[in-house]
DNA sequence: TACGTAAAAGACGCTTGCGTTTCTTATGAA
DNA sequence: TTCATAAGAAACGCAAGCGTCTTTTACGTA
């Protein structure tokens, strides 16, 4: 019998890095598609084209690898475009506004759909929740804060508006839009939460 | 034999609208302790002290016992102390705060655990999240714009702050902190997201 | 080229929970 | 007091999914 048998199939047999590269990738893409819910360790093995002892050989329970796979593939807040850095000639309440689309944007994806489904299922699994919170939502909350800290170099912000609690305004009303209200994020959406919301609340001027 | 036999068992059997009020509330209490996830069938009728059976000849299926357990149980504006009179001596900030705290104290009791576990599971059902928008968002976000728009006749909110955006700031900022900070909502919080957030927001001077 | 390792595939046992069914018996109406 | 109804209790079949185990076979190494 020759190499390429009955059906043809090329099947190239992953090993280490690569096999768990793609079955965290493969996971990481259930839980943006399926949600934690109907999220299946079966499931993975499929689209991973592996087996399950692959995987229970690596994680010991689909709860680890669930972790796991968000450890390794959510994105970093420089992934969204967060950066350190910005340029002088952009002004506080431009760059809010890009942060704003960002995270919107974010939320929306179904990249986004995974973060909704986690943040879900962290309600009742403080483990989860503080994962969640410690890879995720902290270097956000500390970027916007930076933002903020920025501003009131620049005079843009008053220095009392650098809290948490108002660094927290937007990712809570994105959030509760997106997630609780299911109703779409659009420019004019961004537009209006700074303009009536945001601006209000750090500008000197209020 | 006697009737009350071995174990004396004073075994009352209820019928019609006497079971079915203890079956919706028993469904109402498993899903504040258990959250939807791990909600059961099993688990009400144990609670009811009935069997399935007794269940499923009402409901035809799971969804439609938590959807009616919800409907029935929810507790309504009025139940919160929210009511559409308010004497003329409440200021809108007092209103507002006895307002958030009512929203707070809902969102952390146990009644609140189960429209935790409930919102987040609408998050992938949107019939489910129609039903808790309808019975539950909606007259909410409507008493609170009413509250603005007394304001606004007080001369103590500017008429352009009576909007949906604005009037979701509140819970959006509430459920935030609660459901995905898993932080408490003491007094002092609730006098900080007032004065540094609300106020400034509505305030005709700002 | 020969061989050991582990990858692919999937069968297996086990548990959980849905929804159905059966059987006994308390209850309320005639 | 008699009797139809439906309540209580529990067994059942079924499906899904976890985690284990077995078998075959490709790959890397010696």
Chains 1, 2 share one sequence.
């Not at 930076?146 to 108002?166: K, M, N, Q, S, Y």
Request: aromatic share 4%; proline share 7%; glycine share 6%.
């Amino acid at each position: 019998m020759s190499r390429g048998a009955v059906s043809e199939r090329v099947a190239q047999r992953r090993r280490g890095a690569a096999l768990e590269d793609a079955i965290l990738e493969s996971a990481y893409a259930e839980l943006s598609e399926a949600g934690y819910a109907s999220f299946t360790v079966e499931g993975v093995a499929a689209r991973a084209k592996t087996g399950k002892a692959s995987i229970y050989r690596r994680w010991p329970t689909k709860q680890l690898l669930v972790l796991e796979a968000l450890i390794t593939q959510l994105p970093t807040p420089a992934d969204c475009g967060i950066v350190p850095d910005i340029p002088d000639d952009v002004t506080t309440a431009e760059a809010l506004h890009d942060l704003a689309r960002l995270i919107g944007g974010v939320l929306v994806s179904p990249l986004g759909a995974a973060m909704r489904a986690i943040k879900c299922e962290a309600v009742s699994d403080p483990e989860l929740a503080r994962v969640i919170d410690e890879r995720f939502q902290a270097p956000r909350r500390e970027a916007l804060m930076g933002l903020l800290r920025r501003g009131v170099a620049r005079g843009e912000v008053r220095p009392g508006a650098v809290t948490p609690l108002i660094a927290d305004v937007l990712p809570a009303v994105l959030t509760h839009r997106i997630i609780f209200q299911s109703e779409p994020v659009i420019e004019e959406t961004l537009v209006e939460i700074m303009n009536d919301i945001l601006l209000p609340l750090i500008s000197p001027r209020a």
